[in-house]
């Protein structure tokens, strides 16, 4: 069962657009959630994480959304530059598992120049 | 300061042999986690290590162990590998009161023929 799950699995913007990626979760417990960036041939790299006592987090051009009754969060990626085309996942942990993070599937984003 | 590092890169296997794959973690961290990634998927937990204990365990087979030294490196051991242990096994690093916080190596590609 996907603990996390994560939409659109693909996404074109134009340069200087904004990406939106959504996630969504089910097991009210889990009280972080990071997102991370993934290019080919490379492990993820942590982007911005967020506690569920705030809304709203931004870090640079990133931005992440969070939705405590709706159980959903998103990304945000202001002014999308063509080297920001890779695979974002979002992750979602809780206080009881000591740090494991439980991953959607990916939404790998394409930035047209 | 150094990242997270893994050994080696890449790896092909044959069915039903062993693997063991290595992994330092960023300098200063003491928990090691090891995901696997398979192809167009997000991270999947297998395990965290702490002070060379297993803390905690994903939804994987025995075949599956693994391994915390006291300068907090750690291994992965595979034995009687199946094909659909091919995948991108990650290793990621965190420091304990942080766990959520984690740092991925590159991660190592383990082909099973």
């Known amino acids: 069962q996907q603990q996390v799950k994560q939409s659109p699995q693909s996404l074109i913007v134009q340069k200087g657009g904004i990406s939106i990626i959504n996630c969504a979760y089910e097991n009210t417990a889990f009280d972080y959630f990071p997102w991370y960036q993934q290019f080919p041939g490379k492990g993820p790299a942590l982007l911005i994480a967020i506690r569920p006592d705030v809304s709203e987090k931004k870090e640079g051009r990133f931005t992440i959304s969070f939705n405590k009754s709706a159980k959903q969060f998103s990304l945000h990626i202001m002014d999308s530059q063509p080297g920001d085309s890779a695979t974002y996942f979002c992750?979602?942990?809780?206080?009881?598992?000591?740090?494991?993070?439980?991953f959607g599937r990916g939404t790998q984003l394409t930035v047209w120049p | 300061d150094a990242g997270v590092t893994q050994s080696p890169t890449h790896l092909i296997k044959t069915r039903g042999q062993q693997v063991t794959l290595r992994c330092s973690p960023k300098s200063g961290h003491d928990t090691v986690s090891w995901y696997q990634q398979a192809l167009g998927q997000g991270p999947q937990f297998i395990f965290q290590?702490?002070?060379?204990?297993?803390?905690q365990r994903g939804n994987f087979p025995d075949r599956f162990s693994g391994h915390q030294f006291p300068n907090y490196s750690s291994e992965l051991n595979v034995n009687a590998l199946l094909l659909g242990d091919s995948a991108l096994y990650l290793c990621a690093s965190s420091l304990t009161g942080n766990s959520y916080e984690q740092y991925f190596g590159p991660g190592t590609r383990l082909t099973v023929t």
């Open positions: 992750a979602a942990g809780r206080g009881s598992t000591l740090g494991r993070l439980y």
């Open positions: 290590y702490y002070e060379e204990e297993e803390r």
